[in-house]
């Protein structure tokens, strides 16, 4: 899940990412992996990992985009993430 500022990722060929996991593990236990909702326009399924934030080169890795994720999951994903950079 991407969480920069398309102006970011753009001219500086990097976005800052959030993966997401499809399997089901026990990771998706954690209170930092958000899962996807079944929506119809949402063609992405499984857990945002919030607490895995990474910067990666999207122009090395040919990245194509998927679909929006509702505002009110972005949202939450970004609270975490927040919240593990700045604190409570």
Do not use: H
Request: glycine fraction near 2%; charge should be negative; include cysteine.
């Amino acid at each position: 899940m991407v969480l920069s500022a398309s102006s970011f990722n753009y001219w500086q060929r990097v976005f800052v990412v959030c993966p997401i996991i499809a399997t089901n593990t026990d990771i998706i236990l954690s209170k930092f992996a958000v899962e996807i909702p079944d929506e119809e326009n949402v063609n992405v399924k499984g857990y945002v990992l919030a607490d895995q934030v990474k910067c990666l080169d999207w122009w090395a890795r040919d990245a194509k985009f998927l679909c929006y994720l509702p505002d009110t999951m972005v949202n939450q994903v970004s609270d975490i993430v927040e919240a593990i950079i700045w604190g409570d």
